[in-house]
């Protein structure tokens, strides 16, 4: 498996997890638990985001990687 599909995989993951920390963000009645949530919620978007951007620079960089 090359770097590029590695990188993608870990973000679909990534993704999955936020989904799911969405959800039981939503579910929760105890606000101090939804804090929590919400904080990991943000800590993920910024490792997805960061995550993007690194794919950005592969593809750019290496162009067989492109729509993997």
Do not use: C, H, W
Not at 1 to 8: P, Q, T, Y
Not at 24 to 53: P, R
Request: charged share 30%; hydrophobic share 30%; glycine share 4%.
């Amino acid at each position: 498996m090359s770097v590029g599909a590695k990188v993608k995989q870990t973000l679909a993951s990534l993704k999955g997890t936020q989904s799911t920390l969405r959800l039981y963000s939503i579910q929760t009645q105890d606000e101090e638990t939804k804090e929590t949530y919400k904080e990991a919620l943000d800590i993920t978007n910024e490792i997805i985001n960061d995550l993007e951007e690194r794919i950005k620079i592969l593809e750019f960089e290496e162009p067989q990687y492109k729509g993997y």
